[in-house]
């Protein structure tokens, strides 16, 4: 168990739908990373916040978007969805930004259907 | 064009045998991160390597970053079932992180 919890474990909808994936840090950790994984494509980075600000986009699509509360959990909000959106999400965190040691949570699968 | 290229994509052999997996890029990189993936799980860091010729161990893995620090191996001695999972490796470049497609290991009972 990494300490990183993520809700929910799995999703199901339909194309054009919007979903909110969340996600809770480590206990102390400032930063979040937020990551899709889908067959084709691997393991990709979309995003990253540190205390409340985003510090690096990676692949994040126009129609996705995150952000980081003060309490630090994050959300990632995916919308008009497509069948190419169905993939797992992972969230990571770190005590710093950018540290190389990052810690997964169990991700959320998505369906589009 | 992937950043980091990991070879080979696919391995399944014998508990007991020895392996070696390879993750290579076209840029020099500072740090190079390993990680292991088992199915519907995220993965979990094994190793950083920081120091190009550096190597680095952990029980029956072996951890090795050229010294050009370009390139890097992962090697297994005696794999066990346990060690079964997708090997990814993973570079950090201005504040974003780049993951290989990975090695996806099966190890034979």
Same mark, same amino acid.
């Given at each position: 168990?990494?300490?990183?919890t993520?809700?929910?474990?799995?999703?199901? *909808?339909?194309?054009?739908? +919007? @979903?909110?994936?969340? $996600?809770?840090?480590?206990?102390?950790?400032?930063?979040?990373?937020?990551?899709?994984?889908? =067959?084709?494509?691997?393991?990709?980075? !979309?995003?990253?916040?540190?205390?409340?600000?985003e510090?690096?986009?990676? &692949?994040?699509?126009?129609?996705?978007?995150?952000q980081?509360?003060?309490?630090?959990?994050?959300? =990632? &909000?995916?919308?008009s969805? #497509? !069948?190419?959106?169905?993939?797992?999400?992972? $969230?990571?965190?770190?005590? @710093?930004?950018?540290?190389?040691?990052?810690?997964f949570?169990?991700?959320? +699968?998505?369906?589009?259907? | 064009?992937? =950043?980091?290229?990991q070879?080979?994509?696919?391995?399944?052999?014998? #508990?007991?045998? &020895?392996?070696?997996?390879? $993750?290579n890029?076209?840029?020099?990189?500072?740090?190079?991160?390993?990680?292991?993936?088992?199915?519907? #799980?995220?993965?979990?860091?094994?190793?950083?390597?920081? *120091?190009?010729? #550096?190597?680095?161990?952990?029980?029956?893995?072996?951890?090795? /970053?050229?010294?050009?620090?370009?390139? %890097? %191996?992962?090697?297994?001695?005696?794999?066990?079932?346990?060690?079964?999972?997708?090997?990814? $490796?993973?570079l950090?470049? /201005? &504040?974003? /992180?780049? /993951?290989?497609?990975?090695?996806? !290991?099966?190890?034979?009972?």
């Amino acid at each position: 168990d990494s300490g990183v919890t993520q809700t929910p474990k799995h999703l199901i *909808t339909a194309t054009g739908q +919007r @979903v909110t994936l969340r $996600c809770s840090p480590r206990s102390g950790d400032l930063s979040v990373y937020w990551y899709q994984q889908s =067959l084709d494509q691997g393991l990709q980075f !979309l995003i990253h916040y540190y205390n409340g600000e985003e510090r690096a986009k990676g &692949n994040i699509l126009e129609r996705f978007s995150a952000q980081q509360f003060p309490d630090l959990h994050s959300e =990632l &909000n995916l919308s008009s969805l #497509e !069948l190419g959106d169905s993939a797992l999400y992972f $969230c990571a965190s770190s005590v @710093v930004s950018g540290t190389d040691t990052q810690y997964f949570g169990p991700g959320t +699968r998505l369906t589009v259907l | 064009t992937q =950043l980091l290229e990991q070879s080979p994509q696919f391995l399944s052999i014998q #508990e007991g045998e &020895n392996l070696t997996v390879y $993750c290579n890029s076209s840029s020099v990189f500072s740090s190079l991160q390993w990680y292991r993936q088992e199915p519907g #799980e995220g993965p979990v860091l094994l190793v950083t390597v920081v *120091t190009g010729g #550096e190597v680095k161990k952990l029980k029956r893995l072996t951890f090795q /970053f050229g010294d050009a620090r370009k390139d %890097s %191996s992962l090697h297994i001695t005696a794999a066990q079932p346990g060690d079964t999972g997708l090997y990814l $490796c993973s570079l950090k470049n /201005f &504040n974003k /992180f780049y /993951f290989g497609s990975g090695t996806k !290991l099966n190890v034979k009972p």
